[in-house]
């Protein structure tokens, strides 16, 4: 395998794992129903960027990437399921 063919590292250690605590901490906000709806999908997006530009290597915080990634995915399913059943409740009466 040629260098070519091995993708560039673009993310230093020090990087990945300031994102993975940053994304733990806005996992918290984006829990809350409605309200973490932008923090929660922010998360999301450091989680896709730290794979993308990380790589496969070791993320010696990557179970704080991880438990941010649930709770703010938690949040979002939440903050769905409220709206459908507010709609739901007003069509409904």
């Known amino acids: ?25 806005w996992g918290f906000v984006g829990f809350v129903p409605v309200i973490g709806l932008l923090p929660g999908f922010y998360v999301l ?5 730290v ?10 915080a990557g ?8 709770l703010s995915s938690l949040g979002i399913t939440n903050s769905i399921c409220l709206v459908f059943g507010i709609v739901a409740k007003i069509s409904l009466s």
């Open 63 to 70: 179970c704080y990437l991880t438990g941010g990634v649930i």
């Open 45 to 49: 997006s450091c989680r896709n960027r």
């Open 1 to 25: 395998m040629s260098t070519r063919d091995q993708p560039e590292k673009r993310m230093d250690l020090a990087t990945a794992i300031q994102i993975s605590l940053r994304a733990f901490g």
């Open 51 to 60: 794979r993308r530009e990380f790589g496969k290597e070791w993320n010696p």
